[in-house]
């Protein structure tokens, strides 16, 4: 079960022509899938493009219905293999992951792909993570289209015009037998809007008539001598044909705009973005008409040179808008327009910044920058911001940062608590992350990890450390997730083959977290048309692991001693610690409904709830440095005579008990309580209550009454 | 086009842009605010990038609005932008205070252009959250520049709004911007977006009925307390006799700066000993109060001994287990615990403390000369590891778990005879004894007293943070007789700074290891 439901989502999937699809950009590509007749979806999680996956996963019926086939895959790279459907069948599928991140993984395949070609339209959408909010390298998919000759697809950031891209996508493949990107930004998978559906298709060849009659042409098959050939069709046959059907369908927009010695080139995914900057300087208006012909370039690879040519001669100057780097597209058009002559200056990087992300901001200023140039008589309106700059510098000491960090009860917390109070007594260890929630780890209170260098290579990161030799042998660490996408054969199988002596820490909370909550392998529950249940334990053993243990995260001692052990062992190969609980943001939205009936329907319900006492809180706060948790914040002292805050447990507090633990094991101090509210009490409870509250208040009552004779 | 007139104002799309926290609901007040344009006659576009952010940090919402009958006019859809631009923001919503600096850092926020509404409240940061000691962030200035960034500004505090209403904060924030006017919504068009979501309608609509008095009242930054600044102290009250005559006499001795500091020490240390220990106290506070008349007969202030009352009063009413204990048993606490809670009169619930009492806890408990010996017996130690060795919970709400701590705090009367009373006793006589010396030198820096005054105050709690804290002081004390006369308060209070600037001391041993170097 994912993070969120989809299950009004679903519905609308299942709407007919003229229909209005309304939502996020990212859910109106599901739809566009089933109009297209796809006969295969495959894809692996991760944002931008959890929720293409997430609503897939809850459309079973529907795909059913269809005859579509959906894999939540192993991997992108498994994801990217399963498009071979399409190459000997006219089959269309579509595979989705985030990229340039999982771009990477699928590589080896989807080279294989494009060699071969496809018959089947084969579209890969992926999540496109650059600029603010990104959690990745900052590269650009570009570069994997342009070195296995794939086709690019940028739509602007409007529901309607992805949906449109979609389809064109696997007519554009289809037309010359290339997979396609369908590059989406991270804004425009999260866009809202609308769109008039159509029909969903059915694939028009079965996946059983495939397989029922198959076909085999070892022309495609990536060997020689068919090798050799490949590169000469991409090169004289899908290439031209390509760019026809992209002049044919007029995928790319020529804009017009009254003052024809100007232009600009901008990327469909940037269009948006530059005409409100546009807008704002007084060079367009809220509809796109600009000043300038506009040149929207929604297919950024293959450049089209005619087009080109068209659109630059007779002009001065033109601006293109190329976010990201290396700056290929102008390299592009810079070879294109010396090849045919045309002296038309081209303005890209340098009046742009080379690197970061193009917001408005840096639109406008380019903007500013190419009007001086060209248009030197052009003033720009003033900036409303200009009379306040000082204001806002002034600001900077007031403003902390926000990073992100583990969610309120999250069940990995306790093991870096674990972790740091281990360093705390043997001093520090060369920690290796991995790509999941745990690598928060690395941010205030933890401090810890020194690399990531991909998902599920946590432990063949510290592979080199291994025969250092000394006392400290390398710490790795690996979410469930990675551990399945492929941690367990380049890292665990990898350390027992090589002898290795280092501890892997999996992080094992039944869920891919970080993507959003999907399930995997070694989820405790039981999903649908999945497998799960196969302990993390029992694989690494399967692979020649001897130490391996499974420890219950909230245990700091357990998981201490745990730690201890593994780091001062010597010679038993490599250790495997799974440290086990349940992902605290999935466990409460399975569980909160689950209590609040209970209390509803009158049945008796414990909650645990924690506290801290203001009165004897020392202000030191190690509490949170060991912690972090969101729930455990702080308040001013309410004592005269103090005045450092006092730590504060605030309602959000789920009662994992991890700041008791903590405070028993750092041998903090004794403000911490757990407080256990009875709900629907019976009847022994209530006369225990009774009797107790009797007593103690009694007692309560008369040391009240001496502490006021004194007073 | 672009940047002129009102009337053109309306051929521009409306920008809103929200900054929320993870939590906060963002997604929710979003969808609102799109459902509440498209039921009413407006095109409307959203998007987010939430990347990251979702598992805990801040999240941008960027909403943007249009006529739909001007652009049925036009044939055309208007182009909506993913980024809100600066200077063009029509609307800023943000959920918390840091946040409302963040909005105007980011130039969302511009006179003439922009409604800012905020909630006045803190979510504070792991930053701040982790200080050694008080590391909360002064939001006056955000406050200040708010005022002069935005054309309106409309901020409250939100989260008590959603408490108060038993409600969400977005709910809240949703009344807030139905009463700024910044919308070209009326009430019902908001409200009945709540009522067509479908879920807790009832809180959702008294979450904005609060937001929307809130916002009406727009009473800019009244009630924002600059929590980081130091708080005044009022004079208490008494609750008897005996503490009617210590007000009487501090009345009587001491300077009126000095008298609400030391009434509430006094008071202190009459509920934590008996009515001698607070005279003993008072005696002290005097003492210093005299010499720093006799340093300077015209002393006003007398920060030295406001500081000195504050201190003594800490380090006199140290928490030793017996105080623990007493504090843990009392009524009030049970009260305030239940509350904490928010559990219902006659509802059970059970109230489970974390102890985790040491060997050296158990010493400091002792009769002072059996304490001394047991601490420096290493066979002691062993025998009593596997009692002390681990954390014990201790159910305050059971008969036997509130005896165990009642009994405890009975030793009350024998505390002047326990072993961590005398070191206490030492440490502060100590203490006060070279704040004495410094002042009555006439050639030494009255300032070094004051710094030493402060700088006690390192020395607090228990366990680790107990030892951590007095093994600084002593060093920072030792550390600054070392250094010429003029430099030692500086000295003190760098290296003071330095203590608490990181918890492995890695700071603190390089601050001291650069005056060696001098």
């Known amino acids: ?711 | 086009m672009g940047t002129g007139s009102m009337e053109q104002k309306f051929e521009r799309p409306i920008t809103v842009a929200i900054l929320a926290l993870g939590g906060q609901g963002g997604g929710v007040l979003t969808k609102w605010l799109v459902d509440i344009a498209q039921s009413n006659g407006y095109l409307a576009q959203s998007t987010y990038v939430a990347g990251v952010a979702q598992r805990t940090g801040a999240t941008v919402y960027c909403v943007e609005l249009f006529p739909q009958a001007q652009a049925q006019q036009m044939g055309r859809e208007p182009v909506f932008t993913t980024y809100p631009v600066p200077g063009d923001v029509d609307l800023v919503v943000a959920g918390e205070m840091a946040e409302t600096g963040r909005a105007i850092q980011k130039g969302f926020v511009t006179p003439n252009v922009t409604t800012l509404i905020s909630s006045t409240h803190r979510v504070y940061s792991i930053t701040e959250k982790s200080a050694m000691g008080d590391g909360i962030i002064d939001q006056a200035p955000v406050m200040e520049a708010a005022r002069k960034a935005a054309r309106k500004f409309i901020a409250f505090d939100m989260a008590a709004g959603a408490d108060q209403s038993n409600s969400i904060i977005s709910a809240v924030i949703l009344g807030a911007i139905a009463a700024s006017g910044a919308l070209p919504f009326g009430r019902e068009a908001y409200e009945a977006a709540i009522r067509a979501g479908g879920r807790a309608v009832e809180s959702n609509l008294a979450g904005f009925e609060a937001g929307y008095q809130g916002g009406s009242q727009t009473v800019a930054g009244q009630g924002v307390a600059s929590i980081s600044s130091r708080k005044a102290v009022a004079m208490p009250q008494a609750e008897g006799l005996n503490g009617e005559a210590l007000l009487a006499r501090i009345r009587e001795e001491l300077p009126p700066a000095v008298q609400a500091m030391a009434a509430h020490g006094a008071l202190r240390a009459l509920e934590y000993q008996d009515v001698a220990y607070a005279g003993q106290y008072l005696d002290r506070v005097s003492e210093v109060v005299a010499l720093e008349q006799d340093r300077n007969p015209a002393e006003q202030e007398f920060s030295l001994a406001q500081e000195v009352a504050r201190q003594l009063a800490l380090q006199m009413c140290y928490e030793d287990t017996i105080r623990v204990a007493e504090i843990k048993t009392s009524g009030q606490r049970m009260q305030s615990v239940r509350q904490h809670l928010n559990v219902s009169a006659q509802q059970p619930a059970h109230v489970v403390e974390y102890f985790h009492p040491r060997f050296e806890e158990l010493c400091d408990t002792l009769p002072a000369s059996l304490g001394r010996r047991l601490l420096a017996s290493q066979r002691a130690r062993r025998w009593f590891k596997p009692l002390l060795g681990k954390g014990r919970n201790i159910t305050t709400t059971n008969l036997s778990g509130y005896l165990q701590l009642a009994l405890l705090a009975k030793l009350k009367r024998w505390r002047r005879g326990t072993y961590r009373f005398a070191t206490q006793t030492h440490l502060l006589d100590d203490w006060l004894g070279r704040i004495h010396a410094v002042i009555k030198d006439d050639g030494a820096d009255p300032d070094y007293a004051l710094a030493l005054a402060q700088c006690i105050g390192m020395v607090k709690g228990y366990g680790d943070t107990y030892e951590r804290g007095l093994e600084r002081y002593q060093k920072i004390v030792a550390a600054s007789e070392k250094v010429a006369p003029e430099q030692r308060a500086a000295t003190v209070r760098r290296l003071s700074q330095a203590a608490l600037a990181s918890e492995d001391g890695k700071v603190f041993e390089q601050g001291l290891m650069a005056m060696e170097a001098h």
Request: aromatic letters at 6%.
């Open chain 1, 1 to 711: 079960m994912a993070e969120r439901s989809f299950k009004k989502e679903v519905e609308q999937l299942r709407i007919g022509e003229g229909e209005v699809f309304s939502g996020e950009g990212i859910l109106a590509v599901t739809k566009a899938l089933l109009q297209s007749g796809v006969a295969y979806v495959g894809g692996y999680q991760g944002a931008p493009i959890s929720h293409l996956m997430d609503v897939l996963s809850d459309a079973r019926d529907v795909l059913d219905e269809l005859g579509v086939h959906f894999e939540a895959s192993a991997s992108e790279a498994a994801a990217a293999a399963m498009a071979a459907a399409s190459v000997n069948y006219p089959l269309r599928g579509a595979v989705t992951w985030k990229s340039t991140v999982g771009t990477n993984v699928a590589s080896d395949a989807l080279a294989n792909l494009a060699s071969g070609g496809v018959k089947g339209g084969v579209v890969v959408i992926v999540g496109e993570d650059y600029g603010e909010g990104s959690s990745i390298m900052q590269e650009r998919t570009h570069a994997f289209a342009m070195k296995s000759q794939m086709w690019l697809i940028d739509p602007p950031p409007n529901v309607a015009r992805i949906v449109e891209s979609v389809e064109q996508a696997f007519e554009l493949s289809e037309a010359s037998n290339t997979p396609v990107f369908l590059q989406l930004r991270i804004r425009s998978c999260h866009v809202s809007g609308r769109f008039t559906a159509r029909d969903n298709r059915p694939p028009a060849l079965s996946l059983k008539d495939a397989t029922e009659s198959p076909q085999r042409d070892v022309d495609r098959i990536v060997l020689p001598p068919a090798s050799f050939l490949h590169e000469q069709e991409k090169i004289n046959k899908r290439w031209p044909a390509a760019v026809k059907f992209i002049r044919d369908n007029g995928l790319n927009k020529m804009l017009p705009g009254e003052q024809e010695n100007l232009g600009i080139i901008v990327p469909g995914g940037l269009y948006n973005t530059l005409i409100r900057s546009m807008e704002r300087l007084g060079l367009a208006d809220a509809f796109g008409n600009a000043r300038f012909p506009i040149y929207q370039m929604n297919v950024p690879y293959p450049v089209i040179d005619d087009e080109i040519v068209e659109f630059c001669q007779d002009k001065d100057a033109v601006l293109l808008v190329e976010e990201g780097q290396p700056n290929y597209i102008e390299q592009n058009i810079n070879t294109v327009l010396r090849q045919h002559d045309v002296s038309t200056k081209l303005i890209g990087k340098g009046t742009f910044p080379m690197a970061g992300e193009y917001t408005s901001e840096v639109l406008r200023n380019g903007l500013i920058g190419f009007m001086a140039r060209f248009e030197p008589d052009w003033v720009a309106p003033q900036d409303p911001g200009h009379a306040i700059a000082a204001l806002v510098a002034g600001l900077n000491p007031h403003v902390p940062p926000r990073p992100p960090g583990l969610c309120t009860g999250c069940p990995e917390r306790p093991v870096f608590t674990s972790l740091k109070m281990m360093q705390q007594e043997l001093g520090d260890f060369h920690i290796s992350g991995d790509i999941g929630c745990h690598l928060f780890s690395i941010l205030p209170p933890f401090n810890m990890g020194n690399t990531t260098m991909g998902y599920g290579l946590g432990t063949a990161g510290a592979s080199a450390f291994n025969s250092a030799g000394g006392s400290k042998p390398p710490i790795s660490i690996m979410g469930d997730g990675g551990f399945w996408h492929n941690g367990l054969t380049s890292g665990i199988g990898n350390a027992v083959f090589n002898k290795n002596d280092g501890l892997t820490i999996v992080i094992d909370n039944n869920y891919a977290a970080a993507t959003g909550g999907q399930d995997l392998l070694s989820g405790k529950g039981e999903v649908r048309d999945r497998s799960t249940q196969h302990p993390i334990e029992k694989a690494v053993r399967g692979i020649g692991v001897r130490w391996a243990k499974t420890v219950k995260t909230y245990d700091i001692g357990k998981m201490r001693a745990a730690l201890k052990e593994a780091v001062t062992n010597k010679g038993d190969g490599p250790k495997v610690l799974v440290a086990q609980s349940e992902c605290m943001l999935n466990r409460q939205r399975r569980e909160k409904p689950l209590v609040r009936k209970d209390i509803a329907s009158g049945k008796r319900t414990i909650q645990e709830r924690f506290g801290v006492d203001e009165q004897t809180c020392t202000g030191d706060h190690a509490c949170i440095r060991l912690s972090g948790c969101p729930s455990l914040t702080i308040k001013p002292n309410p004592d005269p005579l103090k005045t450092q805050p006092v730590s504060y447990v605030d309602n959000s507090c789920v009662g994992c008990g991890n700041c008791g633990e903590v405070a028993h094991e750092a041998v903090l101090c004794p403000s911490f309580y757990k407080g256990q509210i009875i709900y629907n009490p019976g009847g022994l409870d209530r006369f225990l209550w009774r009797l107790r509250s009797r007593f103690i208040g009694w007692m309560q009552q008369r040391a009240e009454q001496r502490r006021l004779r004194m007073a």
